[in-house]
């Protein structure tokens, strides 16, 4: 499976991984249709630590929170002391010039102690703590308004990849666990965050001016019926994105998912893998969906031109 230099370590669970005797209420239901338990999120993310720690652990995160599991829930980016002896912090300067800690986790165990106070999604930075002025990886993400069809969302996917192609550029597919998709993009981390941005929104604008019946390149609610926006502000200093193998907090407890570009053509909706099918596909995988990953991240952005 795809680890990174920085993160291998972290995928080896450590000794002393939470059990059941280090959670309150682990029988408390938080996905309600699923009939999903707290305790049963965090065997989940025990489960999987060697497929979500490589893009997870040593990034900024912003955590959703469910305390009465999901339907409230609320997202955190800053640290605090009562989120567990296993989650770190880290100072970033915000807008205002001023400085705060952020959080991270370099192990399962900060998962797990992040899933004790009833974190259910994970949504890290494109950046790593080392460096979070410069991305390594940026994200179009493809939600759809109202009449889109799934067949219209993978097809806008296979679109962005042959654009990206186009310029050398190799991509990779995510189900978002939601309605959507998500098309990732590995960088050296060479451009800053001003770059970063300007590239996906040019390449965003782009795709809306060559099919303006299909795509939009504005977040505005208005303009997105029956066509899919390009959410390129998440390649955003301080934005974040889910992350690969993250339960999203949504009735279906969908995941989001990890593909290959020849397994695409197969699904049928962004939370076509809930938690039990995630499970199933952590245990029998025998190759990375993301085969090629390691050698993507040494591509550069194009020159502004």
Same mark, same amino acid.
């Given at each position: 499976?795809? #680890?990174?230099?920085e ?10 991984v ?12 938080v ?7 707290k305790q049963?999120?965090?065997?989940y993310?025990?489960?999987v ?26 997202? /955190? ?73 799934w ?6 996917a ?30 050296r ?5 001003? /770059? ?9 604008d ?8 299909r ?23 301080g ?7 993250s339960?999203?907090?949504?009735? /279906? ?14 699904? =049928?909706?962004?939370h ?7 499970? =199933? =596909?952590? =245990? #029998? ?11 993507? #991240?040494? /591509? ?6």
């Amino acid at each position: 499976m795809r #680890t990174s230099t920085e993160s291998t370590a972290a995928v080896r669970p450590r000794r002393g991984v939470a059990t059941a005797s280090r959670f309150t209420s682990p029988d408390k239901i938080v996905f309600p249709e699923a009939g999903i338990t707290k305790q049963q999120v965090a065997d989940y993310y025990r489960a999987v630590c060697a497929q979500l720690l490589p893009e997870l652990a040593r990034r900024p995160l912003s955590v959703v929170r469910c305390p009465d599991g999901i339907g409230e829930c609320f997202f /955190q980016k800053h640290h605090a002391s009562k989120l567990g002896a296993n989650v770190r912090a880290i100072p970033i300067r915000e807008k205002d010039g001023g400085k705060a800690d952020y959080l991270y986790v370099d192990d399962i165990d900060g998962v797990i102690d992040l899933v004790q106070m009833n974190v259910l999604e994970f949504h890290p930075w494109g950046a790593r703590i080392d460096d979070v002025e410069h991305p390594d990886r940026l994200v179009f993400d493809l939600d759809p308004g109202e009449g889109v069809t799934w067949k219209a969302i993978v097809a806008a996917a296979r679109d962005i990849r042959a654009r990206l192609s186009a310029m050398g550029l190799e991509s990779f597919p995510r189900l978002s666990g939601g309605k959507g998709l998500h098309v990732v993009l590995p960088v050296r981390p060479k451009a800053d965050w001003t /770059q970063a941005k300007a590239f996906c929104e040019a390449f965003a604008d782009a795709m809306v001016e060559d099919a303006p019946d299909r795509y939009v390149a504005t977040a505005s609610k208005a303009k997105r019926g029956g066509v899919i926006f390009i959410d390129w502000l998440r390649n955003s200093r301080g934005a974040t994105s889910v992350t690969s193998w993250s339960l999203r907090a949504r009735p /279906q407890a969908g995941v989001a998912m990890p593909l290959a570009w020849s397994e695409l053509g197969r699904t =049928r909706s962004g939370h076509d893998y809930p938690l039990p099918r995630a499970l =199933r =596909r952590a =245990r #029998t995988l025998r190759r990375d969906p993301w085969d090629g990953w390691a050698k993507a #991240t040494r /591509q550069a952005l194009p020159a502004p031109r």
